[in-house]
Structures are given as structure tokens and as C-alpha cells.
């Protein structure tokens, strides 16, 4: 299993100052349709409303199609689960609050099909990985930004 978390703060000097609901709702788009902001993600698109809250989606990431169960947590996270492709898991959104100051955390626990835990291939998909997703909290906060500094509009699926 892979486990990697990465947490990068939300505000920087000379950037739109957002919110938690700013934060949120960009979380939401992105949990929607994250194809703004998710470089290496070709397709994205909802399958399934299960409720308010909750829904599936059917995603292409470096060429490998997925279908994930997306669940909300209001103001605080975005849970993606993988159920079915050739990399399964959990990846989490969470806006955390230090201090007054509000963090973005990335965090997944994934398990490649085929690969030994601890072996080498696996240690190299997971360097490419952290990569990939390290870029993917800064783009998604990139984009968050865009949209709260009026560059990019987007009306809101998901409240």
C-alpha cells in the first residue's frame, strides 16, 4: 500500500485571500468535474446521484479508466474511493484551520493491482505519484484562486 499525505497552505501574499467557502466550493467543482483541476485527468463525468451528498463518477487518469464513489463532509472533506480500476483506494480532501490560517491536505492510500507492497515497482509508482499529486494541490488551489479572483466562472452542481 502507498500512503502519502501533503498539506499546502490556502492563502498566499499576492494571491485572492479565499475563505472556507471558497475552499469548499472550488473542492466541490473540482469533485464535479475535476478535469480544471487535475492536469494529468483526460475524463471525468458524474455516472451516478446516490444522494446529496454522495455520488459516482467514471474517471481517465494517465490513460486507466476508474469509477470512484465521491462523499462530501460539508466545509471540511472530500473522500474519493476508488471501486474499481487498476489502482484502488482512498484519496482525501480535507481544509484544515492552524492557528487562523487555513491548509489544503491531500492524502491517499492506494493499492496497485498485480504489484507486491514494498517492491520496486511499486516504490517508483509511488514517487510518480506523490509527484503527481503534490502538483495536484497546488493546480486545484490555482484553480480555487481563478475562480474567487473572477478569472474563471463556474456555476456550482453541488451545495
Same mark, same amino acid.
Given at each position: 500500500?502507498?500512503?502519502?499525505?501533503?498539506?499546502?497552505?490556502?492563502?498566499?501574499?499576492?494571491?485572492?485571500?479565499?475563505?472556507?467557502?471558497?475552499?469548499?466550493?472550488?473542492?466541490?467543482?473540482?469533485?464535479?468535474?475535476?478535469?480544471? #483541476?487535475?492536469?494529468?485527468?483526460?475524463?471525468? &463525468?458524474? +455516472?451516478?446521484?446516490? $444522494?446529496?451528498?454522495?455520488? @459516482?463518477? =467514471?474517471?481517465?487518469?494517465?490513460?486507466?479508466?476508474?469509477?470512484?464513489?465521491?462523499?462530501?463532509?460539508?466545509?471540511?472533506?472530500?473522500? #474519493?474511493?476508488?471501486?474499481?480500476?487498476?489502482? &484502488?483506494? +482512498?484519496?482525501?480532501? $480535507?481544509?484544515?484551520?492552524? @492557528?487562523? =490560517?487555513?491548509?489544503?491536505?491531500?492524502?491517499?492510500?492506494?493499492?496497485?493491482?498485480?504489484?507486491?507492497?514494498?517492491?520496486?515497482?511499486?516504490?517508483?509508482?509511488?514517487?510518480?505519484?506523490?509527484?503527481?499529486?503534490?502538483?495536484?494541490?497546488?493546480?486545484?488551489?490555482?484553480?480555487?484562486?481563478?475562480?474567487?479572483?473572477?478569472?474563471?466562472?463556474?456555476?456550482?452542481?453541488?451545495?
Amino acid at each position: 500500500m502507498i500512503y502519502v499525505t501533503h498539506r499546502l497552505p490556502v492563502n498566499e501574499t499576492g494571491e485572492p485571500t479565499l475563505d472556507r467557502t471558497a475552499v469548499w466550493q472550488g473542492l466541490v467543482m473540482k469533485a464535479d468535474n475535476a478535469l480544471p #483541476f487535475v492536469p494529468a485527468m483526460s475524463h471525468c &463525468l458524474v +455516472t451516478a446521484r446516490l $444522494d446529496d451528498v454522495t455520488f @459516482e463518477r =467514471e474517471i481517465e487518469l494517465f490513460g486507466d479508466r476508474y469509477s470512484e464513489r465521491v462523499s462530501l463532509q460539508p466545509q471540511q472533506r472530500v473522500i #474519493f474511493t476508488r471501486i474499481s480500476g487498476p489502482v &484502488l483506494g +482512498t484519496i482525501v480532501n $480535507d481544509i484544515e484551520e492552524d @492557528e487562523g =490560517e487555513l491548509f489544503l491536505r491531500f492524502s491517499f492510500a492506494l493499492v496497485l493491482e498485480g504489484l507486491h507492497s514494498g517492491s520496486p515497482e511499486e516504490a517508483a509508482y509511488a514517487e510518480e505519484m506523490t509527484t503527481q499529486y503534490i502538483a495536484a494541490v497546488g493546480a486545484t488551489l490555482a484553480a480555487i484562486r481563478r475562480v474567487a479572483g473572477g478569472e474563471a466562472s463556474v456555476t456550482l452542481p453541488i451545495s
